[in-house]
Nanobody, 115 residues
Framework: QVQLVESGGGLVQPGGSLRLSCAAS????????MGWYRQAPGKQRELVAR???????NFADSVKGRFTISGDNAANTVYLQMNSLKPEDTAVYYC?????????WGQGTQVTVSS
């Protein structure tokens, strides 16, 4: 069983930055992939960024050039650095891990971009 705990969400003005953290209960180097998804009110959950255990990264078109994803194997933590935030980035952000054929999810952290 994998447990994921997100932190770092909050309220930020447009153009600002936030860094989300996802602490995993297991060794993240053993996961096939970890990523961040988000869900805005009335919308489906969507992939934001993902990193595989061999270092490949992919991003949603809407965040390319603004968001980065990285992992710290020693801390079993994955980060999402979000820069140049826009109001349309407002959503609940969920950490995801794909391991042994299953998806695991964190509880989510709210990100609100507003002036």
């Amino acid at each position: 069983q994998v447990q994921l705990v997100e932190s770092g969400g909050g309220l930020v003005q447009p153009g600002g930055s936030l860094r989300l953290s996802c602490a995993a209960s297991g060794s993240i180097s053993s996961f096939y992939a970890m990523g961040w998804y988000r869900q805005a009110p009335g919308k489906q959950r969507e992939l934001v960024a993902r990193i595989t255990n061999d270092g490949r990264r992919n991003f949603a078109d809407s965040v390319k050039g603004r968001f980065t994803i990285s992992g710290d194997n020693a801390a079993n933590t994955v980060y999402l650095q979000m820069n140049s935030l826009k109001p349309e980035d407002t959503a609940v952000y969920y950490c995801n891990a794909f391991w042994t054929g299953r998806n695991y999810w964190g509880q989510g952290t709210q990100v609100t971009v507003s002036s």
